[in-house]
């Protein structure tokens, strides 16, 4: 009891500071629907308790929604789905944009677009799908209500029916999976049956991602419109799903999401919609530092429920639905940093280097001795702790990175080596792409040494400090003087930033990239 009066307290928190800012209109709004949804199944406490999770939940999503405005600034209806085909539509988009249009995308909350009839039918169905299926006593409660019975994953449109329309389009792969009651072996064969919809690597018009209607009726989506379509279209289905992300790579650039569903023992399978079946999808070709889980319902743990978003560094960390599930992917440690004072709010940051800058990864509560454990971090790889500045962003104050001096080095054994620079003890080495390591990863790195270009050497104490401009001979940089455990950064006179960072062996010379 006492653990339960703890989590309703937590909701009760955020259900109020949901509405801190908010007017009175829109509290009335939520206690309206949250009574007749509520009312509606007092006398079934498994469906009462489900739609309690859903309400909780809702307050953390919303549909970015495009519209299109004319020239005027005036809303114009131009709604692709009332065209014979996609084709058909751009040719009017095109047209629009040409005398001076634009689309714009609107952020609408749920509770602005939701109602009791559309939630209780929504409960209804993933019901009746759930327990219809032949994991239902596989799956618990907890996972039904985090991973099957959600009416949304993420900023897609709302669409009212989903579930039980697409449910009735792929019903097949629930009878020819070698498998029936294999949540996994179905899967596969839901994946098999969305071949029919082409992967694009860019899509026209800005809309963050596009709902499950407007991927079928174009017949084509990108890498996070088909991830997220096939989560719901599994949900549809009863199948357990949801995505997993790093959010910024530590030894390469950019980030990187797919999917994982849930079998008959609650493990959660990775597996690319896409491209790949389950069971024979890797998700971390490259090395991880952290490894974060999509949720539906706000998690009392995560950044977000504890401090305001603009108190928060990076979008990457600011969603208050997300798990920490690194140690499901690989060898991870602690890593223990002191910092010198107090910091903002008590919380301490850790960077990776992704394209050409120090990207906040993940963060830590720092105590009275203002020293931060940052948990289960991904091992070989160069982490930077950091705190927090504000600046001013179009009148607004928010929170900006702040690193540290010296960046730590988590070894594959799981010690930390910080990275100081010492020039008391120096040492001559070349460097080349013939004397680095190659890890048992796909890490990116574009740096190549081509002869008689220049390329300027630089180390890391507090910012990028140039050690020196060499010309390159023979596929190599020669360099003499170079300080013992330190970070350095490579560069060409005109960079991409794709280029990593790296230390160097100072007996072997051997280069080490992360």
């Known amino acids: 009891m006492k653990k339960h009066a703890l989590v309703c307290s937590f909701f009760f928190l955020l259900v109020i500071q949901s509405f801190s800012q908010a007017s009175r209109e829109s509290l009335e709004k939520y206690r309206a629907l949250h009574q007749k949804v509520v009312n509606h199944y007092k006398s079934d406490s498994k469906k009462k308790e489900a739609a309690k999770f859903l309400l909780r939940g809702m307050l953390n999503h919303g549909s970015a929604n495009p519209q299109w405005i004319d020239r005027s600034n005036k809303k114009v209806d131009l709604n692709e789905f009332k065209y014979d085909s996609f084709e058909a539509a751009k040719k009017a988009f095109r047209s629009f944009t040409t005398k001076g249009g634009k689309q714009e995308i609107k952020y609408v909350k749920d509770l602005d677009q939701l109602t009791a009839d559309m939630l209780i039918e929504h409960i209804e169905f993933s019901f009746k799908t759930w327990q219809e299926s032949p994991w239902y006593k596989h799956y618990s409660f907890e996972h039904f209500c985090e991973y099957v019975l959600p009416y949304r994953s993420s900023l897609e449109p709302l669409e009212s029916g989903w579930k039980k329309k697409y449910a009735e389009q792929y019903k097949s792969a629930r009878f020819t999976a070698l498998d029936k009651e294999d949540p996994v072996e179905v899967c596969s064969e839901l994946i098999k049956s969305l071949k029919h919809i082409e992967f694009i690597d860019k899509r026209p018009y800005p809309q963050p991602m596009l709902g499950i209607d407007q991927v079928h009726f174009r017949g084509q989506g990108n890498c996070t419109d088909l991830a997220n379509t096939v989560l719901l279209l599994g949900r549809a289905l009863g199948l357990g799903i949801t995505y997993d992300y790093v959010p910024y790579h530590a030894a390469s650039s950019h980030s990187h999401y797919w999917n994982t569903v849930l079998d008959k023992d609650c493990n959660f399978i990775p597996f690319n919609g896409n491209l790949e079946l389950p069971y024979a999808y890797n998700a971390v070709t490259k090395r991880i530092g952290k490894v974060l889980r999509h949720t539906f319902s706000p998690q009392k743990e995560a950044l977000a429920t504890k401090i305001p978003y603009n108190q928060i560094p990076t979008s990457k960390l600011r969603k208050p639905n997300v798990i920490d599930v690194t140690g499901e992917y690989g060898y991870v440690s602690n890593i223990t940093y002191q910092y010198k004072e107090k910091l903002p709010n008590n919380i301490a940051y850790i960077a990776v280097f992704n394209k050409g800058d120090w990207r906040p990864l993940w963060w830590a509560a720092t105590g009275a001795d203002n020293k931060a454990v940052f948990k289960d ?26 690193p540290s001096k010296h960046a730590i080095l988590l070894k594959g054994n799981g010690e930390q080596q910080l990275l100081k620079p010492d020039f008391k003890h120096t040492y001559n080495a070349t460097i080349s792409r013939d004397n680095e390591e190659t890890f048992d990863s796909k890490d990116f790195n574009t740096v190549t040494l081509n002869d008689g270009e220049y390329y300027t050497l630089y180390y890391w104490e507090g910012d990028w400090k140039t050690f020196k401009k060499v010309k390159c001979n023979n596929g190599s940089l020669s360099f003499n003087g170079l300080p013992k455990k330190a970070l350095f950064r490579v560069l060409p006179e005109e960079t991409d930033t794709f280029e990593r960072i790296f230390t160097i062996d100072s007996n072997t010379h051997k280069i080490y990239w992360y």
Do not use: E, Q, W
């Open 377 to 402: 971090m991904g091992r070989n790889l160069v982490y930077l702790p950091s705190k927090t500045r504000d600046t001013i962003v179009k009148n607004k104050k928010h929170a900006i990175l702040s």
